[in-house]
């Protein structure tokens, strides 16, 4: 678990404005970035997730940004909602490791009305 | 499509009791993995089945965790006997190879 070390623990963001959720990685060997969402008494989901020979993936309102060198990559929510109030964790794994996949620590978001 | 289905959902035990939780995958998939979520915390993979074979049990605490995949489809995690520090969320999920994985809602674990 300390291969991943995830920031902030806890977010409180109005809504209509900006998430932001940090994870950083040790393991070079990692070749693939998602970032789960769980929602209390469900299990993780898959939100977004991003291979490293890219440096941004978009997908509506989320959004991953990826930096090789620096070993990290984030999570930007925009236009945030009440309805993403949810635990996210950053999850990395390498293609050598069996889909084993490193979860950090988690961070609650909470967006207020 | 049917997702994975998790039994129990909440079970309350002593310690020093038995317990078992079961697991049906998505129909087709065939790496079933066994997480162990503590509160607030990331999930920590306790084991993981390719089809019937056990072929990442590191985790698993073997003196008194058993897991078992007959028939490479449904699987059970036991535990026995259980303790105090053996509270947690025990997530269930299954991945057509090395793919997405998809997981359960998991069973909410209480020793008393």
């Known amino acids: 678990q300390q291969q991943v070390k995830q920031s902030p623990q806890s977010l409180i963001v109005q809504k209509g404005g900006i998430s932001i959720i940090n994870c950083a990685y040790e393991?070079?060997?990692?070749?693939?970035f998602p970032w789960y969402q769980q929602f209390p008494g469900k299990g993780p989901a898959l939100l977004i997730a991003?291979?490293?020979?890219?440096s941004e993936k978009k997908e509506g309102r989320f959004t991953i940004s990826f930096n090789k060198s620096a070993k990290q990559f984030s999570l930007h929510i925009m236009d945030s909602q009440p309805g993403d109030s949810a635990t996210y964790f950053c999850?990395?794994?390498?293609?050598?490791?069996?889909?084993?996949?490193?979860f950090g620590q988690g961070t609650e978001l909470s967006v207020k009305p | 499509e049917a997702g994975v289905v998790q039994s129990p959902r909440y079970k309350i035990i002593e310690k020093k009791q038995p317990v078992a939780f079961w697991c049906n995958p998505i129909?087709?998939?065939?790496?079933l993995y066994w997480y162990l979520q503590n509160l607030g915390q990331g999930p920590e993979l306790l084991i993981r089945?390719?089809?019937?074979?056990?072929?990442?049990d590191s985790q698993l605490p073997k003196d008194r965790f058993s897991a078992e995949r007959l028939k490479g489809v449904d699987s059970t995690l036991k535990i026995q006997p259980a303790e105090l520090g053996d509270s947690a969320v025990y997530l269930c999920?299954?991945?057509?190879?090395?793919?997405?994985?998809?997981f359960g809602p998991g069973t909410r674990l209480t020793v008393t």
């Open positions: 999920a299954s991945s057509l190879d090395h793919g997405e994985q998809y």
């Open positions: 393991n070079t060997a990692f070749d693939y």
């Open positions: 991003i291979r490293p020979d890219v």
């Open positions: 999850a990395p794994k390498g293609s050598n490791q069996g889909g084993k996949l490193i």
């Open positions: 129909s087709g998939h065939n790496t």
């Open positions: 089945y390719e089809n019937e074979e056990a072929v990442d």
